[in-house]
Each structure stands twice: as C-alpha cells, then as structure tokens.
C-alpha cells in the first residue's frame, strides 16, 4: 500500500489512509479502509483505477456508506469517494446531476423548480451513484424511470462514455453489472412541471422517516423476496424483532432494519443476518436475499 500512497500522492489527489469504518459506514460499525481517496475529475478519478490496478489493489466506488458494510478485518484497498462529482445543473425540465450529490438534496433541488419526479425518491440517504447502481426506489417509484443517460468512467477501455437507459438493464434493485467496472460521473434525470412538488416532496420523506428506525443502520438488509412481499414481513413473522446479537438488534420498529445500539460490529450484523436468513427459510420456505454491500475480511 505504500507505492499506492506516494503514487496518489505524487498525482496531488486527496487522500486519506486508515479510516474507521465509523466515518465510511451508515451502519457506524466494522473494520478499517486503508485508503479513500478523493479524485475532483474524471482524469483524477482515472488516475486512481490505474494506480490500483497497477499495484494489484482492490478499489471501488464510495457514496455516502448507507449501505455499504466494512467487515471487521477491513477493505485492504481503494474506496474512491465521489463526493468532487456532486453538482447539480438544471436543463429545461431535466436535472444534471453529479453522482456524488446526495438523492434527497436532489429531489429537494427539484421541488425549488417545482420538478415532479423525484417526491416518491425524497426520502432516501444515498447518493445519485449509489442510487444508480442500485435503480433505488420507494412508494413504487424507481429512479430507472428518470434517468435519461448515465456519463461514466470506464476502467477497462479507459474512457469516460454517455449510456442512454435503454443500454442500462435496469430491474428490481439492479442495474445488471454496468457499474461492476464503471463508475457513473453524472446522470441526466428528465423530470417534468409539476404542482405542489414540496408538499408531495415532504409527505413522503416524513412517511418513510415515521416507518423507519433513528439508530445507525444501513436502510434494508434484504430485497423483497420471491413472491412479492418485504422481507420484513417474514422477518417480523418469525418473531425476530427486538433480536440482538452483541451492539446489533433487528429494529423494533421495521424488522428488515438491523441496527447498531453502540459498539455493534458487522460480525454482530452479519450474525442477525444469518439469523433471520435461516429462521425464515426454515419456516417459509422464503430465501431472502442482501440489498446492501459487504466487503473486506473477516
């Protein structure tokens, strides 16, 4: 890891080593990252791939941490934060949005233009990167139905290019593997005039807060299972709200929420995972699967 800082260094790119995973994760608990870095351009951003790639180093992008969690063992690699890709323009009725702005800051830029699109979306923590690769959604509102084109960052040709939606397999929670080697720079959202966008804006950000826990977590553990319904309605019905492992605890008050009570680390998260995924199995027949994103060693 030393070539990869005095390279980051020797390139004038931002960069900070050894970070908690306190100050990389929403969930506020897990290992080390021994490198973010902080690229302002697409140039700086390319620089970062090439010196990971080239000193053998695993590297990936990094929001705002709501979903990410960092085993206890650490990411012995590069996150590249982008948070230098974080402006948002407006174009007609769309919003050029840079993929390090925050999802709720960019409906609520919407609703000063009074810009419907994004009321449903106001609520959630993540970033429009993050929200890209995760086709985020909520209230039946999917941020696919928005998106115009995606610039990105392409780490195997190397080269920054514009996919329109229709090259992007969005679906339930996903956007194929576009962003596996991509990073999105900027989307295009094409939104439309509204009437009382505010007001729509509000009422769903506080009716997502009200169904929601307080306490550090990472959103949603599971995606909605086989047959439709929310992993938290099997999760509650297996009688596991309220269940803690160590600092963890699947929440009282929405049940596909595990969060951190103090001291939890992600061994504490991945045992109430495990936990519900077994006990749920075992009397459903259901199979839940992760939304969020664990790396590192154990």
């Known amino acids: ?53 080239e000193n053998g180093v695993p590297y990936m992008p990094l929001g705002n941490g709501t979903n990410i969690l960092v085993k206890d063992g650490g990411f012995n690699g590069i996150m590249i934060s982008l948070i230098g890709f974080r402006t948002v323009t407006r174009r007609g009725d769309s919003l050029v949005c840079g993929a390090g702005a925050g999802l709720a800051g960019i409906a609520a830029r919407a609703a000063e233009y009074n810009l419907s699109g994004l ?20 209230f039946g509102r999917e941020l696919s139905e928005l998106v115009d084109s995606v610039t990105v960052y ?34 295009t959202l094409t939104l439309a005039e509204g009437v009382a966008v505010k007001e729509k804006s509000d009422f769903y950000r506080d009716k997502r807060r009200s169904k929601q826990p307080c306490a550090p977590s990472l959103g949603s553990v599971f995606l909605k299972t086989a047959d439709g319904m929310s992993a938290g309605y099997y999760i509650e019905k297996s009688g596991l709200k309220g269940a803690r492992v160590g ?28 936990l519900a995924h077994t ?20």
């Open 279 to 298: 006990v749920v199995e075992s009397k459903y027949g259901i199979t839940l699967e992760p939304e969020i994103v664990i790396v590192g060693k154990e």
């Open 247 to 274: 600092g963890a605890e699947i929440s009282e008050k929405h049940a596909n929420f595990i969060v951190n009570r103090g001291g939890g680390t992600a061994k504490d998260y991945c045992s109430l995972m495990s």
């Open 1 to 53: 890891m030393k070539d990869v800082i005095k390279m980051l260094t020797s390139g004038n790119i931002p960069f900070k080593t050894d970070m908690p995973a306190t100050l990389v994760s929403s969930y506020r608990g897990g290992g080390t990252t021994a490198v973010i870095a902080y690229p302002e351009s697409s140039a700086a951003l390319a620089e970062c791939v090439r010196v990971a790639a």
């Open 154 to 187: 392409d780490a195997v040709s190397r080269k920054v290019i514009r996919l329109t939606r229709g090259e992007i397999p969005f679906s339930y929670r996903s956007s194929g593997n576009v962003f596996e080697k991509a990073f999105a720079l900027e989307t």
């Open 119 to 138: 009321e449903e979306l106001s609520g959630i923590p993540g970033t429009a990167g993050g929200a890209l690769k995760m086709n985020a959604g909520a």
